[in-house]
RNA sequence: GCGAGUGUAGCUCAGUUGGUUAGAGCGCCUGACUGUGACUCAGGAGGUCGCCGGUUCGAUCCCGGUCACUCGCCCCA
């Protein structure tokens, strides 16, 4: 086939799965709302720095996963592969400070140059929870909360456990690394080529390794929470009270390390079993040096980021458009009346569809196709009475109906 | 980036141990029904068998490359 076909990792989304996107999307809108998150948006690329700086030189997505191009200017600019750097970019030029928290939502494409595989593209889309401002506890419950009741709207709550751990102020963070350094190394020929590529650049990872001599290793490493100063120990003993409050289930995960630099205390994962081995379908946690590493004063946050494609394809129960009623004209001498009428019943906010051409045999199957709730047919006979047949699509009950009543027919339908 | 698998009609898939006109179901179009859908019946359209090259008298089938998708690793939403 030489028909045009999109660049690799990217989809089309026909009218189907825009619908599930949708309901993905507005649904998260929906409850972001109740828990006092406005959605905003900011630009779908920013300067090169804005993500580097944030998520770390060596991590995967800056170190090879980003969509890179130069300005006319020459200042290196990158398709976001993630919304929370853009968002506390935002936050600092717009000098938005003083109106802590800031709660928000957002969602809309992210771009990774990744290997493609379901549930994992190039071109993808997220929904993405941020608060900034709140150094407290609560407010990481609350971000959890909010995404466990989204998950529960979509249906996909009970097929998800949440895992949690935490990652300790920075102090503590760089304290276990140190550690982990230092034992790892003694062991650096029985590493596994994977993990002594980690042991530099993140060294965390080497706990949650699939490699067995790996894991033979990490039976005697360091343990995090020996190096977890009395702040960090108390505010995630703080963030499992609120939950346990809550009745929000989690599972203690001490292998659970993000792959982003700017990641402190609570780290968690919504994950799922059915989507083969990308089962995150919300991940995110505290990021207080973010904004500071972006050059804002030393301002607190937490937030997650959901994908989409990965909720659509789990998410039951997607709601039907909005089902039609089909103008069906008989003979020339119709069709100038029910193009008027079907235009008058738009305006009034009725749903219609009327085919430019074919006679009501098609008519009536391009209705039936199209999930039309009723027809109305108008011909010779009902002209001369000022009438219409209508006609109910789900009973195949059909009477004549003066115009004037068909609102009051149509709002009769239920 | 690494390893493996798959690629035949719009969709889901048969098939050919390499041989002339490549099939089914669903969908689509036309008609039976010149004013009635979802049921039925009868016809029809639609494929350079992913693309390029090699082997062969001959390739959709074998081989190589390439592209895309799927699975695993890495990593992540």
Redesign the pocket.
């Known amino acids: ?2 028909l045009p ?7 089309d989304l026909l009218p189907e799965d825009f619908r599930r996107h949708a309901h993905v999307r507005n649904t998260a809108r929906d409850i972001a709302a109740r828990f006092g998150y406005a959605e905003m948006a900011t630009p779908i690329f920013e300067f090169t720095e804005v993500f580097a700086r944030t998520m770390g030189e060596t ?3 800056v170190s ?2 980003m969509y890179s191009f130069e300005g006319r200017s020459g200042e290196s600019m990158t398709l976001r592969p ?1 919304y929370t750097a853009g968002i506390c970019r935002s936050f600092i030029s717009n000098g938005l400070q003083q109106n802590v928290p800031f709660k928000v939502f957002a969602n809309g494409p ?1 771009f ?11 071109q ?3 929904i993405d929870i941020e608060c900034i401002g709140a150094a407290e506890a609560k407010a990481d419950v609350e971000v959890i909360a909010l995404g466990a009741a989204i998950l529960k709207e979509l249906g996909v709550l009970d097929s998800c456990s949440l895992q949690l751990n935490t990652l300790g102020d920075r102090e503590s963070r760089q304290a276990y690394r140190d550690a982990l350094v230092e034992y790892f190394s003694d062991f650096k020929d029985k590493l596994s080529e ?1 993990s002594l590529a ?1 042991l530099h650049r ?1 060294p965390l ?1 080497i706990l ?4 067995k001599g790996d894991q033979a290793l990490v039976a005697n490493a360091p343990i995090f929470t020996d190096y977890l100063n009395d702040y960090s120990t108390e505010f995630f003993a703080e963030v499992l009270e609120g939950l346990d409050m809550l009745g929000i289930g989690y599972e203690l995960n001490r292998r659970l ?4 630099d700017y990641y402190t205390h609570t780290a968690f ?2 994950v799922t079993t059915e ?10 946690g505290r990021y207080d040096g973010l904004i500071e590493a972006l050059g804002g004063k030393p301002t607190p946050g937490i937030g ?7 909720l659509a394809l789990l998410a039951r129960d997607i709601p039907e458009g909005p089902r039609p009623v089909a103008i069906v004209p ?2 020339a001498e119709a069709e100038a009346v029910a193009l008027k009428l079907a235009h008058e019943l738009r305006l009034e906010g009725i749903s219609v569809e009327m085919a430019f051409k ?5 008519r ?6 199209l999930n ?1 709730r009723a ?1 109305i ?6 002209l001369v009475r000022n009438a219409c ?1 209508f ?8 009477e004549e109906v003066p115009l004037s009543s068909l609102r009051a027919a149509l709002s009769n339908l239920g």
């Not at 949650?208 to 490699?211: A, G, L, Q, R």
């Not at 009536?364 to 196709?369: G, I, V, Y």
């Not at 047919?377 to 009902?382: T, V």
């Open positions: 086939m030489s076909q999109p660049v690799r990792g990217t989809h991590s995967d997505v090879k996963e993630e992210m990774r140059y990744e290997r493609p595989q379901k549930g994992r593209q190039r993808f889309h997220q994977d980690r993140n990872r949650d390794s699939k490699d390390v993000r792959g982003l994962e919504f989507l083969g081995s990308q089962g995150a379908v919300i991940a995110g997650w980021a959901g994908g989409i494609e990965r008989v003979g074919g006679n009501v045999g098609k009536m199957k391009r209705a039936n196709k039309a027809a047919l108008i011909g010779e006979d009902e047949t006609r109910d699509l789900d009973q195949g009950t059909q």
